[in-house]
């Protein structure tokens, strides 16, 4: 049994007892709220959370989180349907998704006029038809339709690098980001913003990792501000550098870079 508060609960029909519980943690957080259930063979459930996907070996007692990147998947999973075996659909706020269960795999899709694609639009519910069709509820209406009409998502755009501001003042970027040459500034202009974006042409969460070579050690993981500030920069050379990725974990084509000098 899945609960809103307690993780799983594993119920005894004969003894009409509780015989096992089970909360799922990853990096020290504990995730409890259990969305929704679908069991996927005889020793495996696969549990949607507020907080991902979660895969339970239900002979073993143990858990894995679905990652993408190595980070967690942190949507809302509404609802669950097999597809062909091995395949899963679900839904969360932001999309359908399609799982390889075995392979570890996730797939998103272009969503168009014909299916939801808003929002605010919750999914709550979605069945799979007998002639194959996905009937999906949302919170004030439901649409009917075949699966096979979705179309993969690309991955998204390269990042557009747009904008460096340098002590609050626009610095000129354009030919640099043409044609591969440095920035220049002067040792008083330590104090830098650095605005990117991904210009698309469909609905997709998009979150984007950026990094400045010699003052980053790691990428950064960013999804709603979508600008880079560094301050108190020593004198030197720098590299910045910025890429997209989908829900899916598929990192755009190239790197976008800007030399700083």
């Known amino acids: 049994l899945g609960t809103s508060s307690a993780g799983l609960i594993r119920f005894n029909t004969h003894l009409n007892t509780i015989t096992g519980r089970k909360a799922f943690q990853w990096n020290s957080r504990v995730y409890n709220n259990i969305t929704c259930l679908l069991r996927y063979n005889d020793s495996t459930l696969l549990a949607g959370t507020d907080h991902g996907l979660w895969i339970f070996n239900a002979l073993r007692n143990t858990y894995r989180p679905l990652l993408i990147n190595n980070k967690l998947f942190d949507q809302w999973v509404l609802s669950m349907e097999e597809d062909e075996p091995g395949k899963v659909w679900f839904t969360t706020q932001y999309g359908f998704y399609r799982y390889q269960v075995k392979e570890n ?44 009409s979705l179309q993969v998502a690309p991955p998204p755009p390269d990042v557009t690098i747009v904008n460096l501001k340098a002590l609050d003042s626009v610095v000129l ?36 990792y950026y990094q400045l070579e010699g003052v980053d050690e790691n990428w950064v993981l960013t999804d709603n501000i979508l600008t880079a500030k560094y301050t108190n920069l020593p004198p030197g050379n720098y590299l910045f550098k910025v890429r997209a990725v989908n829900t899916a974990g598929t990192f755009s084509g190239h790197v976008s870079t800007l030399k700083i000098f």
Do not use: M, W
Not at 127 to 142: P, W
Not at 186 to 207: D, G, P, T, V, W
């Open 173 to 208: 970027i354009e030919a640099a980001v043409r044609d591969s040459t440095p920035v220049t500034l002067s040792y008083k202009q330590n104090f830098i913003s650095i605005e990117f974006k991904s210009l698309q042409y469909h609905q997709e969460r998009i979150r984007y």
């Open 105 to 148: 795999q996730l797939e998103t899709f272009i969503q168009g006029d014909d299916i939801i694609d808003d929002n605010r639009k919750v999914r709550r519910r979605i069945v799979k038809l007998q002639n194959g069709n996905l009937l999906v509820g949302a919170s004030d209406h439901f649409v009917t339709f075949n699966p096979e």
